[in-house]
């Protein structure tokens, strides 16, 4: 039990490192480090079926994660394999929490491929967790990705509907309760964050700009990662809406710096996406062309 608690405080710095920094290469390997150590201790000794669920639990954990980083990282094939893994140990360890956790990030793998029908089908996966019958938080959570992914395949109306679901279950959800680590993004500011979201795959960029400021507002400070994020969807929300110059006030501060590392993943791909907009919508501009001076230069580094 000792070793257990000990891969259990591990994994909550990993958790503390992803939310800091983001997901990448080296958070996978030692995710995948950490999972098979706890696979490798389930061989030693005569530990209780007590403890062994709960390697099995931490294991699938670690997985998970060294998951969460791939899809992060934009590799769908090294993903996919993790996927498989940590479902299989999810379901030793009996745990509906993690298998709710694994189905989240299956379905936005599933949205980055394109395979709607897959990614709606993950999502119904995970808000039909037993979990989600058992703690308000856990089915907000699991509400909101599946509005996303609702609002991504066309289902306005159900999209709408389940939000509204997220948005109440989250107001009966005791917030102080003890979770797993994991789950400790997930509060008011991430809420609306992923509002934002489905309000801009609606068409209703004015909606999904209040939600950002709202989120960026209220968004922890250790949630880097996260305020990078939705501070590129704020710069694409103002820029559906003609906000141009404003929206590369938005954008030129989250550029990195000289001796910064690159944005990566989905970030970058959100950056990507914002600059093809721009030059669309406001070309030949005095602040596009300083947009576009900083972000080719940052595009060399990668």
Known sequence: ??????LERNFAELVAADNKDGAGIRLETRALAHAQHALDLQAVGHASARVRRRLYYLAAAFTGTA?????????????KGHLNTALGLAGMADSSELQMRLWGHAALLSYQQLHLHDALAAAEAGRRAYVCRQDALFRSLASARLAGILSAVGEDSAAQRTLLHAER???RA??????????????????NGL????????GRHDESEARLHRTLSQLR???????????????LAQLAQGEADQAVATALP?????GEPPLSGR??????????????????????????DRFSEGEKEL
Do not use: C
């Not at 970030?267 to 576009?292: C, D, H, M, Y």
């Open 221 to 235: 400070p250790d949630l880097r990662r996260n305020r990078t994020y939705y501070s590129i969807h704020l710069a």
């Open 267 to 292: 970030n970058k791909k959100l950056l990507q996406q914002f600059n093809r907009g721009l030059t669309q919508v406001a070309p030949g501009a005095s602040f596009v062309i300083e947009w576009q």
């Open 254 to 258: 989250l550029l990195p710096e000289d």
């Open 67 to 79: 998951l969460w980083a791939a899809v992060e990282s934009q590799e769908p094939k090294r993903a």
């Open 195 to 202: 509002a934002a979201l489905v309000m801009a795959r609606l």
């Open 174 to 191: 005791d917030t102080a309760d003890e979770r797993p680590a994991w789950m400790s993004f997930f509060d008011r500011a991430e809420l």
């Open 169 to 171: 279950a989250f107001e």
């Open 1 to 6: 039990m000792s070793d257990a608690n000990r």
